[in-house]
């Protein structure tokens, strides 16, 4: 039984769907992206950002991007966090997890009535609000005639369903160790509630 999600969503750019060491994609959607290589479908729910791999391919792929590939600011991910915290507040969501970085977010979700997908979509749907009202948005000088910019997340997630205490302990350890790994200090969101064990 699933008790829990690790997921992993990610900024615009940060992991083409032709990257060659997989992704979650099925189609890449821009055509100057596609020149560079069909959708690399993996159904592994491990990492593979450790597997070696073409790296100058990669860049290139990155370089035909429509707009620059978004790296969310302190104040951004500030924002980002507090726009959570109203989504997480409005559907009692259990975040045992939460790191914001630059390029993509870890969380570890509990177990709720919603699907993960959902419950990312809500999360990013809440984020990309309370950048545009706070004039935050990392493409503003993109916005668009009906007033809607480009989205600043890509189109999936990454997530693994975690069914025992074990994987969740470890995933919520792996969660708050990111930012430590990327140089930065650890992150405490008030929406985040301690796991209560089984």
């Known amino acids: 039984m699933v008790l829990a999600h690790h997921v992993i969503f990610t900024a615009y750019g940060f ?10 994609s099925e189609i890449v959607r821009q055509w100057d992206v596609f020149l560079h290589g069909r ?5 592994t729910r491990r990492s593979v950002a450790g597997k070696s791999h073409d790296k100058a391919r990669r860049l290139a792929a990155r370089s035909a991007l429509r707009y620059t590939p978004v790296e969310f600011t302190g104040i951004q991910a500030r924002a980002i966090g507090q726009a959570f915290g109203r989504a997480i507040a409005e559907s009692g969501y259990a975040v ?26 809500h999360l990013k749907a809440r984020a990309t609000q309370d950048l545009v009202a706070a004039g935050l948005h990392p493409f ?12 600043v997340w890509a189109h999936r997630a990454w997530k693994v369903f975690l069914n025992n205490a074990d994987e969740i302990e470890r995933a919520i350890r792996y969660v708050e160790m ?18 209560p064990g089984i």
Request: hydrophobic share 30%; charged share 25%.
């Open 15 to 24: 992991w083409l769907p032709n990257d060659p060491r997989g992704s979650w």
């Open 39 to 43: 959708a690399t479908t993996t159904d």
């Open 96 to 121: 045992h997890a939460c790191s914001i970085l630059p390029k993509h977010v870890h969380m570890v979700l509990g177990r709720h009535a919603h699907r993960a997908e959902r419950m990312i979509g």
């Open 140 to 151: 503003v000088r993109h916005r668009r005639v009906d007033g809607r910019f480009p989205s």
């Open 178 to 195: 990111n930012p430590v790994k990327d140089g930065k200090k650890p992150q405490h969101w008030p929406f985040v509630t301690p796991w």
